[in-house]
């Protein structure tokens, strides 16, 4: 169960780590005006955190913290996405093997809850 644990948090680590691509970045980047962005890919000492290191320029603190509230804004996005996505496949397969367990003469209470069937009261 732990080893489930763990491969989960590694998976979710990867998804926030991946969720904008460096291109995505710099087109969110130039959307907000920014400029002199550059993108570096991140040395070994930071494999763990990044695969690359985006750097861009504002024209005041106030445009900086516009562009940081762009990115945000739109990792954000693209994450409730990801999980709305993982939801419908969650609920689909539920769905689905409920369907197998009613065409199987299923009728044992404790199962068919726990595939949300309701029953029982």
């Known amino acids: ?9 590694g998976g979710q680590e ?5 969720v904008l691509s460096p291109q995505e970045l710099v087109n969110i980047l130039e959307d907000e005006s920014a400029f002199d962005i550059s993108v570096i890919e991140a ?8 695969a690359y290191v985006v750097l861009a320029s504002g024209r005041s603190p106030r445009h900086m913290r516009a562009l940081v509230d762009a990115v945000v804004y ?14 419908q ?6 769905r689905k093997r409920l369907a197998a367990y009613v065409a199987g003469g299923g009728s044992d209470t ?12």
Do not use: F, I, W
Request: glycine fraction near 12%; hydrophobic fraction near 30%; charged fraction near 40%.
């Open 14 to 18: 990867d998804v926030l780590r991946s």
């Open 43 to 50: 040395p070994p000492a930071l494999e763990n955190l990044c």
């Open 89 to 94: 496949a969650k609920d689909a397969d539920r």
């Open 1 to 9: 169960e732990e080893e489930e644990e763990e491969g989960e948090a």
């Open 74 to 87: 739109r990792a954000k996005a693209v994450m409730r996405a990801l999980e709305a996505e993982k939801r």
């Open 110 to 121: 404790e199962t068919l809850q726990s595939l949300g069937g309701g029953g029982g009261g």
